[in-house]
Structures are given as C-alpha cells and as structure tokens.
C-alpha cells in the first residue's frame, strides 16, 4: 500500500480503529479493494494508489509511480491502446473532467475498454483538501451481459423483421400491450389491438363469445397455447387469418401478469387450404361439384329428408351425342359445351339444389323437398326434368359453330337415409340408360311403376289440355234442398266426357289441373258456364230464386286477380251476384289467411256469398272462421255417412249445427244418401241438404236432353 497516512481524505480515526479492529489497517483494506484507487495531487501528480490500481489498470510500476504525471499516465494509456483517439484531446479532456469534478456534487462517470478487454468504470471524487481520487471498477462482466442482452434483443428484432412472425404480450386482463414485427407495422396491427383483448375485436370465424370459450379456458389454467387460428377483416378490408400462440408471464412470486408470444400470418396457408379443398371436392373442368362431394351432398340430403319426410330426386344426365361433337370438332370445343351445360344447369335450377359432373358428359342433379307425397314428388320431379331436358337441347354457338346436344335422364326418388348413395346413384344410371334406350333425348323413372304413373298423368294432362280446347267439360249441378224438399239452389261440378275413357271424375283429374296450372283457365270456364246459368234462370219464375254454388281450387284462390277475374265474369253474364255463391275448402284458408280475407271482402261487398266446404275435415280455427265473410258451413259426406250408426259422427254434426248457429251460417248437409239421414239431420236442427237422396249430379245446360233442371 502505497498510501501515507497524512493523505488528505484518508478514513477518519474511529474507521481506522474498527478496521483495525478486525485486524486489518485501512491501508490493507484498500489493497483488498476490487476497485483500483489512484489519488492525485491538485497539479495531477500521482500521490497514492492501492494494489487493485495495478492489478485493474495494467500499469506498471514505472508508469503509476508516486510523483508520475496524470498526462504521463493517460499519454502511456493512449499509446498501449486503452484509451482511443487523439492524444491532447484525451488529457485535455480528462483535465476538463478532473476540474469540472471539483464543483459538482455527483461524480462523473465514464466506460472504457481497455486493450486487454477489460471494461472499466471510472469516476473521480475531489478531496476536500485538493487534488483527486480517481476510482476505477471492473466492469467487464456486466458489459458482457450487457452486450450479450444487446445482442439478443438485436437478434429478436431482426427475426421480427425478417419474417411474417410478430411478437406479443397481453396484460393480466389479456389486453395487447405490445406487438412488434414487421406484418404489425405493414398491417398497422397496433393501432388496431393494442388496449384491446383478441375476442373485442370481430373475427369472421370466431363470430359468437362462445367460440373464444376453449382460449380463454386455457388462459384461466396458465396454460400454453399454439396455433389458435383467428381471421380478421382489416381496414381496407382484406381478410387475413392469423394464427397465435402464447405463454403465460410469470412474476418473481409466481403470479401471471400476462402472456406473451407469437402471431402468424397464415393467410396464404388458408388460401392454400381452401384451394385444395376446391380441388378436392369440385370438378376442375365445369366448378361442379366432383363425384366425391356429390355423394356427400346426396348423404346430407338423406338426412335432411329422415328429418322431414320429404322426398327427393336424383338425375342421372348424359348427352346423347357428345362423344361426336368431340371427336368432330375437337376437345377443346367438347370442354366449352361442358361448361356451358353446367352454366345451364344451375342456371335453371334453385341454388339449393346440387350439380356434379361425374365424368365425361355424365351429370348428376339432386333436388330436395319435392313434396311428401311419392305422386306429387313424381309429377315436380318429371317437369323440372323437362325444363333440364328443354333447356340442354338448346343448341349454342362456340367459335362461331352451332352445336347442339341432347341429354338422356335418368330418375330415381329417395326418402330418408335407408338406402346406401351408390344404390340410388345406381338407379338413376339405370333409368338414363332406359331412357337411351327410348332412343334418347328422353326422360325416364327408375321404377316401371313410377313409370307408368308419371307416363299416366303426363297422358292425362296432356289430354286435359286437349280436352279444355275441344270442349269435352260440361258443367253438372246437384241440387240444394231445405227441410220441406224444394229446391233453393245447385252446386256445379265438373264433368269429364272423355271420348275414350267416358266420364273421368273430378277427383281424378282437378288434383292434376291443380298441379299443372290448368285449374286456372278451367276454372274461367266454369265460372262463366255458372253465371251464364244463372243469368238464364234469373227469367225463369220457377227458378229465379235459386243459388248456384262454384267450386274454387286452392290455386285460384292465390291468383291475384281472382276478384278481378270474377267480378268481369259476373257482369259479362248480367247474372245477380247475389245468387252466386263459392265454395272453398278450410285446407285453402291455411294459405295466407290475410290475403284470403281480403278477397273474400272484396267480391262479398259486391254481394256474393260463400261457403265453407267440406266442413269438419279441416283445421278451422274459430279465431279466423269468425273473421271469414261466410254465408255457409258444409258438413262434410263422411259425418253424414255414418251419423247413425257411429255416435262420435252425429256429435260432430250436432256440434257444426251449433257452432254455425252461433256464428250465424247456414249448415249444408252433404252427401245425403237416405231419409234416415235426413231425419236426423233435420231433428239436429239442420234445414239445407244435398245428396243422392235428392236428386244426383245432372247436366246444367238446359239443352242437354239429360237435364232434369
Ligand atoms: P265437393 O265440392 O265436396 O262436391 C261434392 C261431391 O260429393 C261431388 O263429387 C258430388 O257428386 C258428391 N256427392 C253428392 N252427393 C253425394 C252422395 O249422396 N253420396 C256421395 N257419395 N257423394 C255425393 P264430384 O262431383 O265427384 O266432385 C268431387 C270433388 O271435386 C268436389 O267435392 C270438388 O272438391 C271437386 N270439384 C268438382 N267440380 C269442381 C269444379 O267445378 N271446380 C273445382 N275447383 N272443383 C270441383
Ligand atoms: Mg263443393
Ligand atoms: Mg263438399
């Protein structure tokens, strides 16, 4: 130690003693310092240092000597390397920094690093007395840690640079607190989360806080969490799927003060994804869908069809000569029609309903819901099968040439999942080949007996079609008795004469007319033979007084301008409005009962009355039935039938007779066959009756010789 005692600033005498104390002087103290210790004089003149100066600074004892001069030792410093740059400018700054020292309260603090690599830190302490303390301590580990903490955080910022990776962390609440990386800044992600939890902000694929629930059950546990997937609609609005993972953060006492991790930008992933699925389910060539996806669809139609009990359809659809017009005219020319076919297919069809192509000229549609009857499935399927057949027939025009195919069909029906696809897949393929074996451009049903009902009304309504221009209808009446036995009107029903099959029953065929639209200029005809009729017998005495009453169907009833159609009817006849009366049946009502009550207002402020037909085998709810502008209940012919023998019957018709009663309607009896069951009709109270009892269906026009009116 190289110390003497008189140096101004040593210890005071009381440290010395406890120094001493244990044994050690405060001179030996200084030596065991890890800090190196030079004093200088207030010229700058080395006058003190400890061992640890040596040891730190790497002098030798002929630089830091007693008496050397601070420049000496700075100018040796300069030469060896420690200290870089130019030597006056360093011992003029070190002479600034010794002086300056002087007058300021907190040391002045400086880092170096020595030739050798060690880093020092080094302050200067003014001496009461003059002069320094210059006080230097290694360093170099910290800076190393440092350095290396530099580094890292170097490293982890140029891999947030570099790729579509971005760091994270979220506050206790799970609120962003940071987010870093260059896909933050391009998307400006920061100004979008920060402040904000993941599940506050929309997320098409996350719509429901249900969807967030697994996360945020993890979060609860500290757990670790990878690849969460979260789309996000940007500003500009581009879609862009992020994928996150994240850790919990600990504290020092083990309590979570947020998480922390990664984001990812998996857009392209998905892009990917959703190509390959593209791929993978649809038909490259036409964008239907491939045989794969179409048997998933016809798997989920089965389902949907246990479900609901509907029936469904499947076609099979192959062009007849498309193997000719490719080979004639080239494949490329082979793959437009392809395309154009399925542009018509889905064209022409609902978007529910599903295209594929299977292969080649192979297509395959299936439609759902086509009703819960097998007959009317039957009949919907067979027209939508003409529209494909109509409309693929079409010829088109590719590179200035017409071409033209047509298909041949296959159909087959399904209901409910019993069957395995590839069987009902099967069936349509055998159908189409009946059908090619029809000689083509035809339609054909798997079953020989689905066949032949479908062959059976498309002949019908064919004829019905044929039968409404060539005039084979006739309008019947049946008449309307009160309790004495006169007569105070008719219902008209339509007859067939069909010129092979004889008389066809209304039963038979207005369903069909119903189906196919026919109803509507057939139920024109009626209502003009009706008011005709009536406008006759409004000049005959005898009959003046009498009512005629018209059936409507369902369909007509929805036709907008029913009122319209029947007010002109009416005053073409110059009948009175008054003696018409109409019938409609409570299953009709069902269908927009706002809209029915408003017609029926209309035509029945013009004076014309209805009934309600067929009464009893309906829904009616008494809430509506009270609103209905009606004149007339109709007791169903089936209450009728067995109001003798079966008690529950007659209570039904005692009922209606009541309820009409208090409603203020008349009460038809239909279908009364006896005395018997007139008598007792009569003795509940009901004063209006039809039936064979009275007189059966005849002729209404006067010139027929089979008319008894
Ligand atoms: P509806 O309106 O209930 O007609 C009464 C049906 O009962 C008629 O059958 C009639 O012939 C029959 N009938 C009458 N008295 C008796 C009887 O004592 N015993 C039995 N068993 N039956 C009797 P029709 O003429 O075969 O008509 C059947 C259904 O066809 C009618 O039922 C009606 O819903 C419909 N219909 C008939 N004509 C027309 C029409 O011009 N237009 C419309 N839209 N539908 C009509
Ligand atoms: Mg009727
Ligand atoms: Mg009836």
């Given at each position: 130690?190289?110390?003497?005692?008189?140096?101004?600033?040593?210890?005071?005498?009381?440290?010395?003693?406890?120094?001493?104390?244990?044994?050690?002087?405060?001179?030996?103290?200084?030596?065991?310092?890890?800090?190196?210790?030079?004093?200088?004089?207030?010229?700058?003149?080395?006058?003190?240092?400890?061992?640890?100066?040596?040891?730190?600074?790497?002098?030798?004892?002929?630089?830091?000597?007693?008496?050397?001069?601070?420049?000496?030792?700075?100018?040796?410093?300069?030469?060896?390397?420690?200290?870089?740059?130019?030597?006056?400018?360093?011992?003029?700054?070190?002479?600034?920094?010794?002086?300056?020292?002087?007058?300021?309260?907190?040391?002045?603090?400086?880092?170096?690093?020595?030739?050798?690599?060690?880093?020092?830190?080094?302050?200067?302490?003014?001496?009461?007395?003059?002069?320094?303390?210059?006080?230097?301590?290694?360093?170099?580990?910290?800076?190393?840690?440092?350095?290396?903490?530099?580094?890292?955080?170097?490293?982890?910022?140029?891999?947030?640079?570099?790729?579509?990776?971005?760091?994270?962390?979220?506050?206790?609440?799970?609120?962003?607190?940071?987010?870093?990386?260059?896909?933050?800044?391009?998307?400006?992600?920061?100004?979008?989360?920060?402040?904000?939890?993941?599940?506050?902000?929309?997320?098409?694929?996350?719509?429901?806080?249900?969807?967030?629930?697994?996360l945020q059950d993890l979060i609860a546990q500290r757990?670790?969490?990878?690849?969460?997937?979260?789309?996000?609609?940007?500003?500009?609005?581009?879609?862009?799927?992020?994928?996150?993972?994240?850790?919990?953060?600990?504290?020092?006492?083990?309590?979570?003060?947020?998480?922390?991790?990664?984001?990812?930008?998996?857009?392209?992933?998905?892009?990917?994804?959703?190509?390959?699925?593209?791929?993978?389910?649809?038909?490259?060539?036409?964008?239907?869908?491939?045989?794969?996806?179409?048997?998933?669809?016809?798997?989920?139609?089965?389902?949907?069809?246990?479900?609901?009990?509907?029936?469904?359809?499947?076609?099979?659809?192959?062009?007849?000569?498309?193997?000719?017009?490719?080979?004639?005219?080239?494949?490329?020319?082979?793959?437009?029609?392809?395309?154009?076919?399925?542009?018509?297919?889905?064209?022409?069809?609902?978007?529910?309903?599903?295209?594929?192509?299977?292969?080649?000229?192979?297509?395959?549609?299936?439609?759902?819901?086509?009703?819960?009857?097998?007959?009317?499935?039957?009949?919907?399927?067979?027209?939508?099968?003409?529209?494909?057949?109509?409309?693929?027939?079409?010829?088109?025009?590719?590179?200035?040439?017409?071409?033209?195919?047509?298909?041949?069909?296959?159909?087959?029906?399904?209901?409910?999942?019993?069957?395995?696809?590839?069987?009902?897949?099967?069936?349509?393929?055998?159908?189409?080949?009946?059908?090619?074996?029809?000689g083509r451009n035809a339609i054909r049903f798997f079953?020989?007996?689905?066949?032949?009902?479908?062959?059976?009304?498309?002949?019908?309504?064919?004829?019905?079609?044929?039968?409404?221009?060539?005039?084979?209808?006739?309008?019947?009446?049946?008449?309307?008795?009160?309790?004495?036995?006169?007569?105070?009107?008719?219902?008209?029903?339509?007859?067939?004469?069909?010129?092979?099959?004889?008389?066809?029953?209304?039963?038979?065929?207005?369903?069909?007319?119903?189906?196919?639209?026919?109803?509507?200029?057939?139920?024109?005809?009626?209502?003009?033979?009706?008011?005709?009729?009536?406008?006759?017998?409004?000049?005959?005495?005898?009959?003046?007084?009498?009512?005629?009453?018209?059936?409507?169907?369902?369909?007509?009833?929805?036709?907008?301008?029913?009122?319209?159609?029947?007010?002109?009817?009416?005053?073409?006849?110059?009948?009175?409005?008054?003696?018409?009366?109409?019938?409609?049946?409570?299953?009709?009502?069902?269908?927009?009962?706002?809209?029915?009550?408003?017609?029926?207002?209309?035509?029945?402020?013009?004076?014309?009355?209805?009934?309600?037909?067929?009464?009893?085998?309906?829904?009616?709810?008494?809430?509506?039935?009270?609103?209905?502008?009606?004149?007339?209940?109709?007791?169903?012919?089936?209450?009728?039938?067995?109001?003798?023998?079966?008690p529950n019957d007659a209570a039904i018709a005692q009922?209606?007779?009541?309820?009409?009663?208090?409603?203020?309607?008349?009460?038809?009896?239909?279908?009364?066959?006896?005395?018997?069951?007139?008598?007792?009709?009569?003795?509940?109270?009901?004063?209006?009756?039809?039936?064979?009892?009275?007189?059966?269906?005849?002729?209404?026009?006067?010139?027929?010789?089979?008319?008894?009116?």
């Amino acid at each position: 130690m190289q110390f003497s005692s008189t140096l101004p600033g040593t210890p005071s005498a009381a440290a010395d003693d406890a120094a001493r104390h244990g044994r050690l002087s405060v001179a030996e103290l200084l030596d065991h310092l890890n800090h190196a210790l030079v004093v200088l004089d207030e010229q700058g003149f080395v006058v003190g240092h400890n061992d640890a100066a040596h040891r730190l600074l790497e002098l030798p004892q002929t630089v830091l000597a007693e008496g050397a001069l601070i420049d000496d030792v700075v100018r040796w410093q300069i030469r060896r390397g420690d200290l870089r740059g130019d030597a006056d400018a360093i011992v003029q700054r070190v002479w600034h920094h010794l002086r300056t020292t002087q007058t300021e309260a907190h040391p002045h603090v400086y880092t170096y690093t020595t030739a050798s690599g060690r880093t020092l830190q080094g302050s200067t302490i003014a001496l009461p007395g003059g002069g320094w303390v210059r006080v230097y301590t290694d360093i170099s580990k910290h800076a190393q840690a440092l350095a290396a903490l530099r580094e890292s955080e170097a490293r982890f910022r140029s891999l947030t640079e570099l790729s579509a990776d971005w760091y994270w962390e979220w506050d206790a609440e799970c609120r962003y607190t940071r987010l870093e990386g260059r896909t933050v800044e391009e998307h400006d992600l920061a100004r979008h989360f920060l402040g904000k939890r993941p599940w506050d902000v929309f997320s098409p694929n996350r719509p429901q806080p249900r969807d967030w629930a697994p996360l945020q059950d993890l979060i609860a546990q500290r757990r670790v969490f990878r690849g969460w997937e979260i789309q996000r609609i940007l500003p500009d609005g581009q879609s862009v799927w992020f994928s996150l993972s994240g850790m919990p953060i600990m504290d020092e006492h083990g309590h979570c003060t947020g998480y922390r991790g990664v984001g990812r930008n998996i857009t392209p992933r998905k892009e990917a994804e959703a190509t390959v699925q593209r791929l993978a389910f649809y038909d490259s060539l036409t964008g239907l869908y491939n045989r794969r996806a179409f048997q998933d669809q016809l798997r989920k139609a089965q389902a949907a069809a246990d479900r609901s009990g509907q029936w469904g359809a499947l076609y099979f659809i192959d062009l007849d000569n498309f193997k000719d017009v490719n080979d004639a005219y080239g494949h490329k020319l082979g793959d437009a029609l392809l395309r154009d076919c399925a542009k018509r297919l889905q064209t022409i069809l609902r978007d529910e309903d599903s295209v594929g192509r299977l292969w080649g000229d192979e297509f395959v549609v299936l439609l759902e819901n086509l009703g819960d009857s097998q007959s009317g499935a039957l009949w919907n399927a067979q027209m939508i099968a003409e529209k494909i057949r109509a409309e693929l027939e079409r010829p088109s025009i590719h590179d200035g040439q017409e071409v033209q195919v047509t298909p041949s069909i296959g159909i087959t029906l399904f209901q409910g999942s019993h069957e395995a696809v590839e069987e009902i897949l099967q069936r349509a393929d055998l159908a189409m080949y009946q059908s090619k074996a029809a000689g083509r451009n035809a339609i054909r049903f798997f079953d020989p007996d689905m066949q032949a009902k479908v062959m059976e009304r498309a002949t019908l309504q064919h004829e019905l079609r044929h039968g409404l221009r060539e005039q084979e209808f006739a309008l019947h009446g049946q008449v309307i008795v009160n309790g004495g036995g006169r007569i105070q009107g008719l219902e008209a029903l339509i007859r067939w004469r069909h010129p092979k099959r004889g008389m066809v029953s209304p039963a038979a065929f207005i369903p069909l007319a119903e189906q196919s639209g026919l109803i509507v200029p057939m139920g024109q005809w009626i209502l003009e033979q009706a008011c005709r009729t009536l406008a006759r017998w409004s000049s005959d005495p005898e009959r003046s007084h009498w009512t005629l009453a018209v059936n409507l169907s369902a369909r007509q009833l929805r036709q907008p301008d029913l009122v319209d159609t029947v007010l002109r009817v009416i005053d073409a006849s110059g009948c009175d409005p008054k003696k018409l009366k109409l019938e409609l049946t409570e299953s009709q009502l069902l269908h927009d009962v706002e809209d029915t009550i408003k017609k029926m207002e209309a035509l029945s402020a013009r004076g014309i009355r209805f009934a309600l037909d067929d009464f009893g085998t309906g829904y009616s709810s008494l809430a509506y039935l009270k609103r209905l502008p009606l004149s007339q209940l109709k007791i169903d012919r089936t209450f009728v039938r067995d109001l003798l023998d079966d008690p529950n019957d007659a209570a039904i018709a005692q009922t209606i007779l009541q309820l009409a009663d208090s409603l203020g309607l008349d009460v038809v009896a239909e279908g009364v066959e006896t005395a018997a069951q007139f008598e007792a009709l009569y003795a509940m109270g009901c004063r209006l009756f039809q039936g064979y009892h009275f007189g059966r269906p005849a002729p209404l026009d006067p010139a027929d010789p089979a008319s008894v009116h």
